[in-house]
Structures are given as C-alpha cells and as structure tokens.
C-alpha cells in the first residue's frame, strides 16, 4: 500500500528549491505550483457535514440566490463577507436570519456594510448567537438558532444554510518562506509588496514584475483557494491551475 506523505517545508535559500515531506523525503524542484487549498472555518455545534451539498454553502452567488428565491434563509457570520452575502441574498430571499456571534458588527464589518444590514428590512441580526441544530430528511429543513444572553431558542424553516466564517489556508509549512497576507494566504502577481525606495526591503528580487500567479518567490506559483484574492470557486481553481502551466514554462525558460 502506498504511504500518502505530507509536506512540511519549503527550503529557498538556493534554487532548486527543497520540498520536504513528514518521511524526511526531498524533492527538489526549480518551479512550484501551490493548490494545497484552504479549510473553512465551521461551527461546531451542529453537524453540517450531514447536509453538505443538499442545504450548506460557503458562498453566495447568483446561482444560489435564484435557488433561495422568496425562502428565508440563514447566513452565520459577522465579517465583510457574511455581511456581502446577508445584503445580496436579501434581494431574491424572503428573509434572510444573520446569525453573529459578537455583540454588533462594529468591530468585523465595514461600517457602510454594517449600515446596509441595519437599514434593511428583510434582513433580521442576531447577535450573541449561535447555531444549535439542523433537521431535515434529504435535505435541510429547519435551522434553530440560540441567543446566548437571553437564553432564547429560535428556529426557521429554512432550506438553505450560508456558512460566511472565513477559512483557513493551508499554509503553515510556509510561514517566514513567502509572503502572505494577514490571514496567513499567499500573496501573488500585482498584490506583492514591492519596494518602491532603495533603502526599503524588497520581497520580490528579480527586474522583472512577478507573474500573475507568481508569488514572492520566483518560479512558484499559488492557485486556488490558497492564494489570496481568490474568489473560492472549482471552476476558477482550476482555471488558475490551467494558467499556472504556461507561468511555469516561463519561468524554466529564465533558467
């Protein structure tokens, strides 16, 4: 049986770069492509993995509003994104439930966003709460929520659950080797810092501008949803993989 190995450092110092697995194996390699994806930040308290594909969603795009046409749904979150996505589905939705942990929004959401949540009438914040259960038979029926100060449970025949919590990017074996932005997701292309006066401390070192996909070192490349800026889609992962190998064919021709 094969033995599935993990990564766990990139050295850089000298081209070809080391990849290093958890077995003490190293490959050696002048360009890298990066899709070790992210993983999203759930709520524990339910058991979302029950009705994953048949009533979850991490995003909310013009396909899933048609689908919550005049239903109430719910949306958890209280960062940007969940706001985004609780203003946008309260266009096609009946309702739409904003589940926040935190006591307001103020110190997690754009205030102009927190203002559109406020002013809406179709969309009713719950803060101080949290999601306690999920029914349904072959797909979700019913979400109940609690409201941690007051005690109170609530529920709401709703099929379909918006999960806006974040995610985390596999990127650990990469802190201090590239450049990542504050939530730990690789930086590429144009969103590199780049020094503009001598005295400053470049993170890209050649002449030429980094590659679309190329992150702060040369010849590796991010794609997917671990690469900041990415708008977290299959289709567009594999779009950005589909492009990397043209990037990667560019770069070994430096070489």
């Not at 070809?16 to 890298?32: M, S």
């Not at 559109?116 to 719950?126: A, D, F, Y």
Request: glycine fraction near 10%; aromatic fraction near 6%; include cysteine.
């Amino acid at each position: 049986m094969a033995v599935a190995r993990a990564i766990v450092q990139l050295r850089c110092q000298r081209r070809p770069y080391e990849v290093v697995t958890n077995d003490g194996t190293i490959f050696f390699a002048r360009t890298i492509v990066i899709a070790t994806g992210a993983c999203y930040n759930k709520p524990t308290a339910v058991a979302l993995d029950r009705f994953a594909g048949r009533g979850i969603h991490y995003g909310a795009t013009y396909i899933e509003s048609q689908m919550c046409e005049g239903e109430e749904v719910i949306v958890v979150g209280g960062g940007n994104s969940a706001g985004q996505a609780a203003v946008f589905l309260s266009e096609s939705a009946r309702r739409v439930y904003m589940v926040v942990r935190a006591a307001d929004l103020a110190e997690s959401m754009s205030r102009y966003l927190v203002q559109r949540i406020i002013g809406n009438p179709s969309i009713e914040l719950l803060c101080c709460s949290e999601l306690t259960g999920l029914a349904g038979e072959n797909h979700l029926e019913e979400v109940s929520w609690i409201n941690k100060q007051t005690g109170q449970v609530r529920s709401a025949a709703a099929h379909h659950l918006f999960i806006m919590t974040g995610a985390s990017p596999n990127t650990n074996w990469l802190q201090g080797r590239l450049a990542l932005d504050d939530k730990g997701f690789i930086l590429t292309g144009r969103d590199l810092p780049l020094a503009v006066e001598p005295d400053q401390h470049p993170t890209w070192p050649l002449s030429r501008p980094p590659l679309m996909l190329e992150s702060s070192l040369p010849g590796v490349f991010a794609v997917g949803d671990v690469r900041a800026g990415s708008v977290k889609r299959v289709a567009t992962a594999v779009g950005e993989g589909a492009t990397s190998v043209s990037m990667v064919h560019q770069a070994l021709a430096e070489l």
